[in-house]
């Protein structure tokens, strides 16, 4: 192991609450308290413990997360326990990272042994411990049908479960789901098809193992086909053995062949394998005929927890536990009383009743595998808890996750005049913050009213005609939606295993429901847990069911989501058909909202108070002389938080000639309608975006040769390796700025409209002079920003097109965003809206109302590098269309995977560089500051302007200024563009917001 001094420390999510700080020692204490003794080799360790130690070792009681003061009566019990070597670790339960970092420390310091720490991580670390990543249950994984997301899931748990000294990951669940009464495992399973779930099992062994953790495999050979809970009393499973070779095994398999390090087997009993009637974690027949040797497992065997019923029918606590060793379980998990245990394992040694040589078998076997893992992992891959990497394809797969069983043509929901919704919530629940959550996620799309109802218990009726809906009546009366919210499974709901029918007490809540929907509401039947009652025949005649497979806010953000068509919903019932017939489900595209809406920083999860910092950015700009004004608007999933102007349009010792004044002969102030010269904001709003619309109509190709569309280039070109590199030069090329293509001359001194030609007369001299052009480098070898590359793509796109630049811009781009306030060289009656640029010495003028681009000036306005005025309002329409995939004015514009495509950083560009195809991503001093994540992306504009997009945090920021007025020479613009985004990203409250790595102050 890695000398302790040499431990990377454990960040803190910026954002995360204050007590995560202190994790930072967690790694350092836990992995690093041991003694040197007992840091040594595991053969040694094995030496010199003596059967009493390594009894000890194989032994894990159960502690809580939550703290426990140094005099806590329990903690000093497992402290002696350990010192003692007694016990060889423990097992987490429910609390937070700096408890279990304080106990972890305490029994490391008395123990003679490095211990072992496990923890429950069916969905995540954050199934135990608060403040670690939340995955969605097994099931909604296993709904997205993508083994990719259980890799990360594993991956993910193992990580932040080894950032806190815990080895051992209590998970894969491989049981399968079913029995809709089954009461212990429900959406704990990956699903009910054996070899679907087979691939998700593997995927999470995979990400477990190769994070470095342990995995531990769940509950052999398979709960899924019994109805009791093992908990409580010891489940049957009436299964024979080509029945359970055929579907209970097929996901152990699957998680062996995977490399899983430890197998769990479960307290259940199946009388056709083994007449004695021991559940598997006491069968030797189970664990060693049918685990060792019919599947091969050469790992290690991990008790279930053998305080539970099912284990403890069969003896009393210590006796439960030397039973499990002797039917070849090597880790014992749980016992109730672990003293009582480790003395009992050594009476039944000396009695003759268990070999000795099994307890060293199986101490030896967890001596190796530990010592192999930790070799292999060195020090422990100290990570912070919960990131934003790490949140990220959680969400993803909530979101993936979300599945249509029946729909009559209701989705999605209307963005546009949104309809008032009932959500009722049924009955009591342990989880009862799925239907806050999920009442949380509607509200910030719509009104919403939430209310609970209660069942009738067996043998009582509604009198008069009542029903459970009649004390809400008012509230239902002024709903358009009525959404059921079922936040409990199939053992409340169904009246059978396959859930044919259900329980009589639905069906007065059943028949009121039938009522609103005939009376023209709208009635949905949504689902937080297992399918099972939304399959059920009595909730056919609904309008829409929709599952997330899981109460979790994240999940209930996605459902709210697939609601409202922000997201394509494409989720499968993660079922087997075998078991009953199954509705199709029906995959829904994204439609997005028909137009961004203005409402409150808190419903888009943003803090108004920390808003106003951005906007005292701006301010102290204007008022220092930085920029004579400023618009400035964010929105976040949808909703526009800050929309304002700043300042005057012009100074007043600097005004063009006819700009308008007031009675005081000041400039007109800035107001959001104000149009401003986007400058290079030109190529990716205007020249991106038609080529990406090319792209996705087959009419232009990214990797093919430029001069297929502009032959000219080579006909002029006499020098031969010029020639070759101009032969070799791409679209894509172009579109990164990589082409070689000289970044910029004076082209309209020689060529422009100013000296008597037509725009389109400019243009051919312009293109004429660029063929000939040497190349600076060779295409692909340098990123050099070029405006003469754009120029070279414009009349590509073009020839490509089929029409004029300016007409294919309006008619592919501007007419289907809704950009109405958006042209090139604006008209004159939109003059005075239009804020003024520099004083230009070529034009000798303020430049007002034309393009402050002296080349695109050159061609009467209208260029592919530079030439479009827009307002803030108009440039979130089309940043919104980006951040929703590709979405808008409520029609696909251009495909999610097209958006995908041109803005993430091209990989094959060389070192350093952050281009994307068009796009530009945040560089270390990006202008999008140091919080907008790695996957951001935008541009900026010469003239002050400048456009940022964050798909992770759901967020578009633009900011135009005319800080060139009246001379480019102030430089300002450099640090106002990263302060300004910095304040608006760290006014995002709902989740971390983090510097990104390498990013500059």
Not at 100 to 126: I, K, M, S, Y
Not at 512 to 534: E, F, I, M, R
Request: with cysteine; hydrophobic share 45%; proline share 7%.
């Amino acid at each position: 192991m890695a000398a302790c001094e040499e431990l990377p420390e454990l960040r803190r999510p910026a954002g995360r609450a204050t007590r995560l700080a202190a994790i930072s020692c967690i790694a350092l204490g836990l992995l690093c308290a041991a003694s040197t003794a007992a840091a040594q080799p595991a053969a040694a360790e094995s030496t010199a413990a003596g059967l009493a130690g390594q009894v000890g070792a194989l032994l894990l009681p159960r502690v809580s997360g939550t703290f426990l003061a140094d005099d806590d009566p329990e903690l000093q019990r497992l402290i002696g326990l350990a010192r003692d070597g007694r016990i060889g670790g423990a097992v987490f339960f429910a609390g937070d990272p700096l408890s279990v970092r304080h106990t972890a420390q305490r029994l490391q310091q008395a123990a003679p042994r490095r211990l072992l720490f496990g923890l429950d991580a069916e969905w995540g670390a954050a199934m135990r411990l608060e403040g670690a990543t939340r995955w969605p249950r097994a099931l909604a994984v296993g709904a997205t049908g993508d083994p990719d997301f259980a890799y990360e899931m594993g991956r993910t748990t193992a990580r932040e479960s080894l950032a806190l000294g815990i080895e051992l990951v209590l998970a894969p669940v491989a049981d399968l789901m079913l029995r809709a009464d089954n009461q212990v495992i429900g959406n704990r399973a990956f699903g009910g098809d054996p070899s679907a779930v087979g691939e998700m099992v593997a995927a999470f062994v995979r990400g477990v193992e190769s994070a470095g953790a342990i995995a531990v495999v769940k509950h052999f050979p398979g709960h899924g086909a019994t109805a009791d809970d093992s908990h409580a009393t010891l489940p049957v499973l009436d299964v024979d053995s080509l029945l359970l070779e055929q579907r209970e095994l097929v996901p152990f398999r699957a998680a062996i062949d995977a490399g899983v390090s430890a197998v769990m087997p479960g307290h259940l009993a199946i009388p056709e394998i083994d007449p004695s009637g021991a559940p598997a974690s006491l069968s030797p027949i189970l664990l060693g005929e049918w685990l060792r040797s019919r599947l091969g497992f050469t790992g290690l065997v991990v008790s279930d927890a053998l305080d539970m019923q099912g284990a403890r029918e069969f003896s009393w606590d210590g006796r439960v536990a030397a039973r499990a060793l002797a039917a070849g379980v090597d880790l014992m998990l749980l016992p109730t009383h672990p003293e009582a245990a480790h003395a009992e394992i050594l009476r039944a040694v000396s009695r003759g009743e268990l070999a000795a040589e099994r307890v060293v078998d199986a101490h030896h076997r967890l001596a190796r595998l530990l010592a192999d893992k930790r070799e292999g992992r060195g020090a422990s891959p100290v990570d912070a808890l919960a990131t934003s990497a790490a949140a990220a394809p959680a969400r993803a797969a909530s979101r993936a996750a979300i599945t249509v069983i029946g729909d009559a043509g209701t989705l999605p929901l209307p963005s546009w005049d949104p309809p008032h919704v009932a959500l009722i919530e049924i009955g009591h629940h342990p989880q009862r913050r799925g239907a806050r959550d999920l009442e949380r996620a509607l509200h910030r799309r719509t009104s919403v009213e939430r209310f609970r109802v209660e069942p009738l218990a067996a043998g009582s009726a509604y009198t008069g005609g009542a029903g459970p809906l009649t004390p809400h009546d008012e509230a239902l009366a002024r709903a358009d939606v009525v959404a059921l919210l079922v936040l409990r499974g199939g053992p409340d709901w169904c009246r059978d295993p396959r859930c044919d029918g259900l329980q009589p007490w639905t069906e007065p809540l059943l028949r009121q429901l039938g009522q609103l929907q005939q009376s023209g509401k709208t009635v949905l039947a949504l689902g937080a847990a297992d399918p099972w009652p939304l399959l059920a025949p009595e909730m056919a005649t609904f309008a829409a069911r929709l599952t997330a497979h899981d109460h979790g806010p994240e999940s209930q953000e996605a459902l709210a989501a697939a609601l409202f068509g922000e997201q394509p919903i494409g989720g499968k019932l993660p079922l087997s058909p075998a078991l009953r017939p199954l509705p199709p489900t029906r995959p829904l595209p994204a439609a997005a909202r028909a137009a961004l809406r203005r409402g409150s920083a808190q419903e888009a999860g943003m803090s108004p108070h920390r808003l106003e910092r951005a906007a005292a950015v701006l301010e102290r700009a204007v008022e220092d002389g930085a920029t004579p004004g400023a618009v400035a608007l964010v929105a976040r999933r949808g909703v526009i938080v800050f929309e304002r102007a700043f300042g005057r349009t012009a100074r007043r010792d600097h005004l063009p000639q006819g700009f308008p004044t007031d009675r005081r002969g000041r400039p007109p102030e800035t107001s959001p309608d104000t149009l401003y010269d986007l400058a290079s904001l030109t190529k990716v709003v205007a020249t991106t975006t038609l080529a990406m619309r090319l792209v996705e109509a087959g009419r232009l190709e990214l990797d093919r040769p430029v001069a297929d569309y502009l032959p000219e280039i080579l006909l002029v070109e006499a020098d031969p390796e010029q020639r070759a590199q101009k032969s070799a030069m791409t679209v894509r090329h172009l579109l990164t700025h990589s082409s070689g293509a000289l970044w910029w001359t004076d082209l309209h001194l020689r060529h422009g409209v100013q000296g008597g030609n037509s725009p389109d007369e400019a243009r051919r001299a312009y293109l004429e002079e660029i063929y000939r052009l040497p190349l600076e480098s060779a295409p692909g070898e340098q990123v050099v920003y070029s405006d003469l590359g754009i120029l070279l793509l414009g009349e590509i796109l073009e020839r490509a097109g089929g029409a004029p630049y300016a007409e294919l811009v309006r008619r592919e781009v501007l007419e289907p965003l809704g950009m109405r306030d958006t042209t090139f060289a604006p008209p004159e009656t939109q003059r005075s809206r239009i804020a003024p640029t520099e004083y230009d010495p070529w034009r000798g003028r303020v430049v007002w109302g034309e393009v402050h681009d002296e080349n695109a000036a050159g061609l009467g306005g209208v260029a592919p590098h530079a030439g479009l005025f827009s307002t803030a309002a108009d440039l979130a329409k089309f940043g919104q269309a980006m951040l929703s995939g590709g979405i808008a004015e409520g029609e696909r514009f251009l495909s999610g995977r097209i958006v995908d495509r041109f803005t993430r950083r091209a990989a094959w560009l060389p070192d350093g560089s952050t281009r994307a195809l068009g796009w530009d991503t945040p560089s270390p001093g990006s202008s999008g500051g140091r919080y907008v994540s790695s996957r951001a992306f935008g541009h900026t504009g010469f003239t002050g302007t400048s456009l940022w997009i964050d798909p992770e945090h759901e967020l578009l920021v633009v900011l135009l200024t005319n800080r060139v007025h009246p001379s480019r020479d102030d430089q300002r613009i450099r640090g106002l563009r990263p302060a300004f985004h910095d304040a608006v990203l760290l006014a995002i409250d709902d989740q971390p917001v983090e510097a990104r790595a390498g990013s500059q102050r």
